[in-house]
């Protein structure tokens, strides 16, 4: 059991490894979309997850909430080791987490209503009576800002944003302590992500919630996560409370990534830039010396090729794996 407990989620050591198959495959290399991730998560706090598409930010979330056997690695949620439960095991575990996906459309049933989509959840669990869970789709349809008469529609019948908001309501639905949100708002207009956004901030704050917050829009991720991990090659790369990443950067890829953000004024934009990265990523197959990024950052030297870089706290909070850290 894990005495500290302000921690809701504890990851250590986490890989996970698919077999790799196709063209120059010899069927014995295995792609490590995930290769030995540690970081917790506290009870009520968002946890942002950054990197480039490929990176393993969706492939950690889904093996944390166990929608993935791992291949090696501890998954303590609540002191509870969940890494190596079988499904009997896990479903008290599987109620008290949720998830919300990228893509509302293809995670609901097309075939069912939104009562069913929303109650199907609590009767998995057998939560409540047939009226007790009627009257819990239409306290949650008004939270999400949804309407009593949405309810016996079908998921063709709404916007994207309104998908989303259905999607969030059926993951409320057995009250879980936690909740992944795997790019929730990629899928939706600019118009509407921050409306939803603010809704799950509302919901955190009412039901008590602990997020981990995967995205690709970083200036969005800083406005919900008290704290950011970023991902690079399925490993982290640096780890700190919001505004101090933003600030604060302390590795190449981070400062890339915020670089990348555009600027509305091109003229301040022209004089922040700094060195920026080229190239493709590497292929998660290989074997790699030294530090995986060495291959695209502007400031690798030849110990960052031959030497894979410590994890180390630089200030309180802000942990990264740089050599360059204390130049940077």
């Known amino acids: 059991m894990n005495p500290n407990s302000e921690i809701l989620l504890d990851v250590i050591g986490l890989k996970k490894y698919f077999p790799a198959r196709g ?10 979309a995930v290769d030995d991730l540690t970081f917790h998560i506290k009870r009520g706090e968002t946890f942002g997850l950054v ?11 889904r ?3 166990r929608l993935y056997d791992i291949t090696n690695g501890e998954i303590h949620f609540d002191g509870h080791n969940i890494a190596n439960m079988n499904e009997r095991q896990l479903k008290p575990f599987r109620k008290r987490m949720q998830t919300i996906f990228q893509d ?15 109650s199907e959840p609590m009767e998995i669990h057998g939560i409540g009576s047939k009226q007790d869970r009627r009257d819990t789709v239409l306290e949650l349809l008004e939270k999400v800002g949804l309407k009593a008469e949405h309810a016996q529609r079908y998921p063709h019948e709404f916007s994207g944003g309104q998908r989303q908001r259905i999607s969030i309501a059926r993951a409320l639905s057995v009250r879980p302590e936690f909740i992944l949100c795997d790019e929730p708002i990629s899928a939706l207009d600019v118009s509407v992500q ?13 039901f008590g919630l602990t997020y981990l917050f995967i995205a690709h829009d970083l200036s969005m991720v800083r406005h919900i996560s008290d704290r950011i991990g970023v991902m690079y090659l399925g490993k982290l ?5 919001s505004d101090e990443l933003y600030d604060r950067p302390a590795h190449p890829y981070t400062q890339a990534l915020l670089d990348a953000i555009p600027k509305p004024d091109p003229k301040i934009a ?4 700094s060195p920026s990265i080229t190239g493709e ?13 060495a291959s695209r950052c502007p400031f690798a030297t030849e110990q960052c090729r031959q030497e894979e870089p410590q994890w180390l706290e630089i200030s309180p909070g802000h942990f990264t794996a740089c050599h360059l850290h204390g130049m940077i």
């Open 63 to 65: 093996s944390i909430v």
């Open 237 to 241: 790369v640096e780890l700190a409370p």
């Open 281 to 293: 990523l590497p292929s998660l197959i290989q074997n790699f010396q030294g530090c995986n990024f």
């Open 270 to 273: 022209q004089q922040l830039s």
């Open 194 to 206: 921050a409306q939803v956004v603010n809704m799950l901030e509302d919901l955190q704050a009412e």
């Open 23 to 32: 063209a120059g495959s010899s069927g014995r290399n295995m792609l490590k």
């Open 51 to 61: 990197g480039e598409s490929g990176c393993g930010k969706s492939t950690t979330g």
């Open 104 to 118: 509302p459309y293809s995670s609901l049933n097309p075939g069912m209503n939104v009562a069913q989509l929303i």
